[in-house]
C-alpha cells in the first residue's frame, strides 16, 4: 500500500544558477497581422509591450520562443515516452521507446576515446563527427536519417522511426524528430551506467544538414552542455531574413522559399512564411539560439561558401549572443568563422577554438572560451539600426529558464514550456579550481541522504534547488534516487519493491504535473492511482511539458 502521507527532502547540485518561483508569464497575442523586417527583439515579448528585466522574465520570454517556433516551423515536440529502456553490449546502445501503445528500438553506437577515464564525457554525433574526435571524449554515433528521413521533399516526409510511432502526419519535421531522439538518448546514457558515459557532460555536433539538427537539439534539449553546430547553413545558424536580404542583392543563398522545396527539415506549418514572407514570423534562429543560454554553443563557419549565408550567420549568432551578454556569462557562446576551405572538412585553423570550449564544458577544465572571430570584414553589433535595433538589459534576479518542448498552442494561449528545466542568475565568476571528491556540473552535490562528493567542479557551485514533497517510500531519498529505482524495477527480483517503484513514479509525475499547473497535491490511497496517473500523462490538454523520465531538478 502506497502511503499517502508527502514528507520535505532536499535536493541540492552543482548549478551556474539559483531557482525561483515561476513568473506568470504573459499571453501570447494574436500574431495573424505581424510583420518585422529586423530581428525580433529577443528581449520584448511577442504582445511588443512587455520587457524582459529579469531572469524570471527570460524563463517566460524562452518558453514563449519555444513554443512559436514549434508552432511556425519546427512542428511540435512529443511529450516525453510511456517509457525508454536502455541496454548496452559492446559498443551498442540500443534504445526502445514505447509511447501510445506502438514501440521502437534504435540502437546508437559509442566510439570510446584511448585517454581520459570513465564515465567518459560524450559527444553525440548527428549523422556522424566532421569535427577532430577530442582526447578524453567519447564519441556517440547517431543515425539520425534513420530516425527521420531527409532524402526528398516531400518523398521523406514522415518517414523514419520517429514517425513509424508517432504518425506519418506528425507535425514535427526531420530536425524536431532528431531533437526528440537526442533526448532520449539522454534517457538511456541516465539510466545505464554500463555505457560508460558522464550525463552531465554530453554534446552535440553536427555539420551542414546534420549542423542544422544539432542547433535546434541543443535547443531542446536541456541536459546538453555543448552545442556545436559546424556550417549550418539556413535553417540552423543562418537568419531567415538575412538570409532573404543576402539573395536580394544578387548573391546565391539558400532561403526558406527554397529550403522548404530541398527537404523535410522543418513541419509544413513552416511553407505559410516561406512562401510569402518569414517577416511574418515573430522569431527568427538568433530566437532558436537564444535557447541554449546560459549553456555552450560554439558556432563554427566556413566563409568559402555563399549559398551558406556566412554573413546571414554572424548577424544571427552575434544577435544570439545577447542572450548570453544579458546573464553575464558571454564567454559562454563562441563563433569562428574560418576562410575558405572544403565543406565539412574541419580546418586547423579552428582546433584551439573548439579544443577551449571541449575543455570548459566537457572535459571540467578552465579554458578562454571568449571567442569571436571571423575571417571576412562582417562588423555588426547589437544594437544596430538596420537588423536588430534593440537594445541588451542586464538581467536581474534568478529564476528556472524554461527551454524544450511544448504542447502547439492557439496564438492567444500564453506559453507554458516547461521541459527540461535547468536555472539561472546574472553572472558566473568562475571560482578557483576546487579540490577533493568533486561533482560534475548539475550533478548532486547534497541533499538529505546524500553520501556522496560535497564539492563541485570549477564554475559551479553546491546550491539547494528546491525543497519537494517526496511520497514516504523515497523518505530520505532524492527524486533522482526514486527515478533511479523506477528504472530499475525490471532487474530487481523483488516484485513488490518493483511495484512500489513503477507506482511512485507514476504518482511522482502526476503530482509535478497538478503541482504545476496550480492544483492541489493528490491523496495517494491506493494502487488504483497508478491508472488515474497513467490517464494524466496521458492527457492532451496538459500543456506543462516537464520530462518525465529524470526530475527536472537534476538537469
Known amino acids: 500500500m502506497f502511503q499517502s502521507r508527502l514528507i520535505q527532502a532536499v535536493f541540492a547540485a552543482c548549478v551556474l544558477f ?94 570510446f576515446p584511448t585517454s581520459g577515464t570513465a564515465p567518459y564525457p560524450a559527444i553525440i554525433a548527428m549523422g556522424g563527427i566532421s569535427i577532430p574526435a577530442p582526447a578524453g571524449v567519447a564519441i556517440i554515433n547517431f543515425d539520425n536519417e534513420g530516425m527521420a528521413n531527409q532524402d526528398s521533399s516531400p518523398a521523406s516526409r514522415g518517414k523514419g522511426l520517429f514517425y513509424n510511432l508517432y504518425g506519418s502526419t506528425a507535425s514535427a519535421g526531420a530536425t524536431m524528430a532528431w531533437a526528440w531522439a537526442v533526448r532520449r538518448i539522454m534517457d538511456a546514457v541516465e539510466s545505464t551506467p554500463a555505457a560508460k558515459i558522464n550525463p552531465a557532460r554530453v554534446g552535440v555536433s553536427g555539420c551542414s544538414r546534420n549542423g542544422k539538427g544539432a542547433l535546434i537539439a541543443g535547443a531542446f534539449e536541456p541536459r546538453i552542455v555543448l552545442t556545436i553546430p559546424q556550417e549550418s547553413g539556413s535553417g540552423g545558424t543562418d537568419s531567415w531574413r538575412l538570409s532573404d536580404y543576402i539573395e536580394s542583392t544578387g548573391v546565391s543563398t539558400q532561403t526558406a522559399s527554397e529550403i522548404i522545396g530541398e527537404n523535410v527539415w522543418f513541419s509544413t506549418n513552416f511553407n505559410q512564411f516561406a512562401t510569402t514572407s518569414v517577416n511574418k514570423m515573430p522569431v527568427d534562429h538568433h ?106 538589459p542586464t538581467l536581474t534576479g534568478t529564476s528556472t529558464t524554461t527551454t524544450g518542448q511544448t504542447t502547439t498552442v492557439g496564438s492567444t494561449t500564453s506559453a507554458q514550456s516547461t521541459t527540461g528545466t535547468t536555472t539561472t ?47 514516504d517510500t523515497a523518505s530520505a531519498k532524492s527524486r533522482v534516487r526514486l527515478w533511479r529505482l523506477a528504472q530499475d524495477e525490471n532487474d530487481r527480483k523483488d516484485k513488490n519493491l518493483a511495484k512500489t517503484a513503477r507506482l511512485a513514479k507514476a504518482k511522482y509525475i502526476a503530482w509535478a504535473r497538478q503541482t504545476r499547473l496550480g492544483k492541489t497535491n493528490p491523496s495517494w490511497a491506493d494502487d488504483g492511482h497508478l491508472g488515474q496517473a497513467t490517464m494524466w500523462l496521458r492527457q492532451d490538454t496538459l500543456k506543462d511539458a516537464s520530462r518525465h523520465s529524470m526530475p527536472t531538478e537534476v538537469e
Not at 292 to 297: E, V
Not at 323 to 342: L, P
Not at 446 to 466: E, M, P
Request: glycine share 8%.
Open 425 to 471: 542568475t546574472t553572472s558566473v565568476v568562475a571560482p578557483p579550481p576546487p579540490t577533493g571528491c568533486l561533482s560534475a556540473h548539475w550533478g548532486q552535490c547534497g541533499g538529505i541522504g546524500w553520501t556522496g562528493c560535497n564539492g563541485c567542479v570549477s564554475g559551479t557551485t553546491c546550491q539547494v534547488l528546491n525543497a519537494f514533497g517526496v511520497s
Open 287 to 392: 530566437s532558436l539560439a537564444a535557447l541554449i543560454a546560459p549553456r555552450g554553443l560554439f558556432v563554427i563557419d566556413n566563409l568559402g561558401y555563399d549559398w551558406l549565408g556566412p554573413f546571414s550567420s554572424w548577424g544571427a549568432m552575434i544577435s544570439a549572443r545577447t542572450a548570453w551578454t544579458s546573464m553575464g556569462v558571454a564567454n559562454n557562446m563562441g563563433i569562428s568563422q574560418s576562410a575558405n576551405h572544403s565543406h565539412c572538412v574541419f580546418p586547423s585553423t579552428q582546433q584551439s577554438a573548439v579544443t577551449a570550449f571541449v575543455q570548459q564544458f566537457l572535459l571540467g577544465q578552465t579554458a578562454n572560451t571568449n571567442i569571436v572571430q571571423t575571417a571576412g570584414t562582417y562588423n555588426l553589433s547589437v544594437p544596430n539600426s538596420q537588423w536588430a535595433s534593440w537594445s541588451v
Open 18 to 111: 539559483a531557482a525561483t518561483a515561476k513568473a506568470q508569464c504573459p499571453a501570447i497575442p494574436n500574431l495573424s497581422s505581424y510583420t518585422n523586417t529586423q530581428l525580433p527583439d529577443l528581449f520584448t515579448f511577442a504582445d511588443g509591450v512587455t520587457k524582459v528585466q529579469t531572469m524570471a522574465d527570460w524563463a517566460c520570454r524562452t518558453a514563449e520562443i519555444s513554443t512559436l517556433l514549434q508552432q511556425d516551423e519546427l512542428g511540435t515536440m512529443p511529450a516525453d515516452p510511456t517509457s525508454v529502456t536502455a541496454t548496452f553490449s559492446g559498443t551498442t546502445l540500443a534504445i526502445t521507446v514505447t509511447d501510445q501503445g506502438k514501440t521502437m528500438t534504435f540502437s546508437p553506437t559509442i566510439t
